[in-house]
């Protein structure tokens, strides 16, 4: 009962959030002109919620008690949707509130729907190969759950890797194309996280559990590519 309240309570919020940043980019990719006071607010109304669906997601699935995985500082996907929506409120923030600054002129070439979509697309091609390569061999892809092997086929033999580097390479595409640089730039912090506190935990608990084999594996794969 508790846990399904939780997650009427979850998904309520995200909707929200998401009816909300559809609204905006309908507006911010499209020709209606709209008050910037209120542009700022419905851009408030987006990403609030997101960083609390976010919060509480973490406070309530993270793994309370350590067990036999990786010391990952939280979900993947949260890092990625946190830095994502950090760098969208920063955007606007500045655009609409502060204006502080301007992004110079020659960043524009990255404001581009084709190139952007493009990027998505790579993306989520390689999120899938990589989910489909777990479920062939029963593992799971979260990194808080425990490992039985190493897993060193298919995609996984040219890059250590490929789902932080899709979820990289998703951030930089969205930003794209959405039009808001600093998705972008914010890119630069998802990739910091990623590294230091799932990929190098990761790493430690895999060299940890298996040893020589991962260190070998280590030696014939490279982290991203």
Do not use: C
């Amino acid at each position: 009962m508790f846990n399904s309240i939780i997650n009427i309570m979850l998904y309520s919020i995200l909707s929200y959030s998401l009816i909300n940043y559809f609204n905006f980019f309908v507006w911010y990719l499209g020709d209606d002109q709209m008050i910037i006071e209120n542009a700022f607010r419905l851009s408030l109304h987006s990403s609030l919620p997101m960083f609390m669906f976010l919060f509480l997601t973490h406070i309530f699935y993270y793994p309370k008690v350590r067990k036999n995985h990786a010391l990952v500082i939280s979900f993947p996907p949260i890092i990625l949707l946190f830095f994502i929506n950090l760098g969208f409120i920063t955007s606007t923030s500045n655009l609409y509130y502060f204006q502080l600054y301007q992004i110079p002129k020659f960043f524009d070439v990255f404001r581009s729907f084709e190139l952007g979509l493009t990027l998505i697309i790579i993306s989520l091609a390689i999120l899938i190969i990589s989910l489909n390569t777990f479920k062939k061999v029963n593992e799971n892809p979260v990194p808080t759950s425990s490992t039985t092997i190493i897993i060193d086929q298919n995609i996984y033999k040219y890059t250590r890797n490929p789902m932080y580097l899709a979820m990289l390479i998703l951030q930089v595409g969205i930003g794209m194309m959405l039009s808001i640089i600093h998705i972008i730039f914010f890119t630069v912090f998802t990739y910091i996280v990623l590294k230091y506190y799932v990929i190098i935990p990761e790493e430690i608990y895999l060299e940890k559990n298996f040893k020589l084999k991962y260190l070998d594996y280590k030696k014939l794969v490279n982290r991203w590519f």
